[in-house]
């Protein structure tokens, strides 16, 4: 089991690996393709559909073939789709091939997860958060080589087509040692949609990802449009806020096998909360950045939570019921921005940030449905 615990690992790693090489590259494919932001916001929309498309039918997919044998087939598909956003041409070209990278990544995504609920649950203490953090680390270190390779003037054509090869390799060989302990052969098993302990699972997911992604997308924008801090101190916004998402899942693992997990999700919520008031009421940058780092904190281990239960639930095969769960949980990426800023049209991004109070509270709320 610890032979498949890193290996799991490693693919959380090379995931987020994956995903910072393709975020820091964004604007030199802009600027390659003469893109405007509204036209490469409705190309990186390939994504979102991407995504969605795939979630269902890869946990029905995991629950009669296992995760390691559906982790090892992604493996090409991600790496072709990573080419394939090299190659892209024009916006159309992106769009698809943004499609392409949506379906692949959150399909690995799925069996990973399902991966790591399995081996969890056989080890009888947490590890989803610790995984997630490293992810998190990964995600990091990619946007970190991508800004180095840039930094050298190569071209994202060259970055990625020398990357793809090294990256399948690795992808193909790690999932080598998962547990196939989430086999289910059921020909009875089909998409599901989240139900009854997996609703509240889905919402709390919902909730804790759109909030992330009003962090990610908006926290720059709330420094320079509410505070008119300069430019480089407000790029800063996402590090902090990633960096501090990193720390809280690494160290997640130990509070939750020490404390209940409601419990945890709620002392998270309540961070979370205390975070986005300060940022809400803040007169300074300053206290704009510590509050990133306790919406960090606290919404750190809130999705690694609603994974790891729902693959313990009984209602449905773990790939399934995980995939049930990010599916309903990953739409809140679409929603979250574009909800903020119709708000933030009408009352300002204070006021748009209030919308990420009341999805906290409903975390709260929601909580005893993440019981071990």
């Known amino acids: 089991m610890t032979s498949a615990r890193l290996a799991v690992s490693l693919v959380f790693f090379l995931h987020g690996i994956a995903g910072g090489m393709w975020a820091a590259r964004i604007p030199a494919i802009q600027a390659n393709l003469a893109l405007g932001v509204g036209t490469l916001g409705l190309a990186l929309l390939g994504g979102g559909l991407g995504t ?3 979630m269902l039918p890869t946990g029905a997919l995991i629950a009669r073939r296992g995760s390691r044998l559906v982790a090892r087939w992604l493996a090409l598909p991600v790496c072709i789709a990573l080419v394939c956003l090299a190659l892209a041409t024009d916006a159309i070209t992106l769009f698809a091939a943004m499609i392409l990278w949506g379906a692949s990544a959150a399909a690995l995504d799925v069996a990973m997860n399902a991966q790591g609920a399995t081996i969890e649950q056989r080890r009888g203490r947490p590890i989803m958060s610790s995984l997630h953090g490293l992810w998190s680390v990964g995600n990091m270190s990619g946007a970190v080589v991508g800004a180095f390779v840039a930094g ?3 071209s994202v054509r060259t970055h990625f087509l020398v990357a793809a090869p090294v990256l399948w390799v690795a992808l193909v060989l790690a999932p080598r040692r998962f547990t196939s302990g989430d086999v289910r052969e059921d020909a009875g098993v089909r998409f599901a949609l989240p139900r009854g302990s997996l ?5 709390v997911a919902f909730c804790a990802v759109m909030t ?4 990610f997308d908006w926290a720059a924008v709330f420094l320079r449009r509410e505070l008119s801090a300069p430019e480089a101190t407000a790029a800063l916004a996402p590090s902090f806020f990633s960096a501090a998402m990193a720390a809280g899942r690494l160290g997640g693992d130990q509070l939750t096998a020490r404390v209940r997990a409601p419990l945890v999700a709620r002392l998270c919520a309540a961070v979370a909360a205390v975070g986005i008031a300060a940022m809400i009421f803040a007169p300074v940058s300053l206290i704009v950045f510590g509050g990133l780092v ?4 606290g919404l750190s281990v809130l999705v690694p939570l609603a ?3 729902a693959g313990r639930s009984t209602q449905m095969p773990t790939g399934t019921a995980i995939a049930a769960v990010a599916t309903v949980g990953y739409f809140g990426f679409l929603v979250g921005p574009p909800t903020i800023g119709l708000v933030a049209e009408q009352v300002t991004l204070r006021g748009g940030f209030v919308v990420l109070l009341v999805l906290l509270g409903l975390i709260a709320v929601l909580a005893p449905a993440i019981e071990s």
């Open 212 to 215: 992330e992604g009003a962090m």
């Open 199 to 203: 609703l509240a699972l889905a919402a």
């Open 152 to 154: 050298l003037g190569i």
């Open 294 to 297: 306790g919406v960090g904190l």
């Open 52 to 54: 969605l498309l795939v």
């Open 307 to 309: 994974f790891g239960a």
